[in-house]
């Protein structure tokens, strides 16, 4: 009965959710920068009028990279003699429990910049899996199903699914052909 | 003990079946922006004829060479996504792992497999390939837990050692 018995690295895992929002944002005022220096247009709005763009950059910046950072910091995962426990939210919360017994398999999933930055997504399904959190928060929002713990290592990742594997073989059930 | 990727390898020829499948898939996509691009030009003063637009014509060269260019590339990523894919089965549990750029790793346990079943598509057919498909009882398995591109008496074998592996 350990909570978090690998660590969930939050601040990497954040970056590596946000590293394309970055990089857009990078891009686009570069662009812009680069446009006025030839041109020699007018100051855009947006620079003439602080408030508006601080208030746009935290609105769809910030307050999202914050909500993901308060997310994975509440994330905790148990992991008893038959179950595995996960809970988490901020707002609303949540608490879901898999029996071993229940598990139908285990997915590692790295998007490039996880792998870049050595982190792994491990997702955890049943034969009920539904999204039980708002999976933008997990890092892998087009994937899959069911509920996921982001932001390991990769070496602990694999640790995780071993553990998991073993007990779900050890577990036995009437299930499968 | 050899893995099953190297016991049961796949086709060399995955990677064509790949680009020619694609190779469809953006010839269609081309032809519906290219439609929309002439529509957009037949009424108004700059005639799709301008010099402006030959580039884009139907007939010109830079736009098979265009193609060109993306199928070997394409060809080239099936080739390292083919040289990136892994299958085996692990004491009692089949591991399943593909991609270049993000990668995914399926565990499944054989005591949860469902069903096992062996298919091919028309270019599968044409090229004398199977999928092995392993399907959990969640919708994401029939996703991640397929082996594409093995040849026939290879695709019996994986198909017997799984059931085999299932019953014992």
Known sequence: MVDNPYPIHKWRQTFSVFSGNILFLTIVLAGLFIWMYFSGANTPFFMKNYLFSLLFLFLFFILPLLYNLIYLSKLKYTLTNVEFILKGGIISRFERVLPYSKIQHVIITRRFIQKVMGLSTIVIQTAGSQTVVNPHQSGNKHMFSGPSIPGLNVSDAEKLRDYLIAQVLRSKSGQGI | ?168
């Open chain 2, 1 to 168: 003990m050899a893995t099953w990727r190297e016991t049961y390898p796949l086709e060399k020829t995955k990677p064509l079946k790949k680009t020619i499948e694609s190779l469809f898939a953006y010839i269609l996509i081309f032809l519906f922006f290219y439609a929309i691009v002439y529509m957009a030009f037949m009424n108004s003063s700059i005639s799709a004829d301008s010099s402006n637009l030959k580039l884009f014509s139907l007939n010109s060269p830079w736009l098979l060479i265009a193609i060109f260019a993306v199928m070997v590339l394409k060809y080239i990523y099936e080739v390292f996504y083919m040289k990136y894919y892994f299958y085996d089965l692990e004491g009692k549990t089949l591991a399943i792992k593909k991609g270049v750029f993000s990668k995914n790793e399926i565990s499944l346990p054989v005591n949860r497999i469902q069903d096992v079943y062996v298919d091919q598509d028309i270019l599968d057919r044409i090229f004398g390939l199977y999928d092995v498909h392993v399907s959990s009882a969640t919708n994401d398995s029939a996703f991640l837990s397929h082996i594409d591109g093995i040849n026939k008496i290879n695709s019996e074998k994986l198909k017997g050692l799984l059931l085999q592996a299932v019953h014992k």
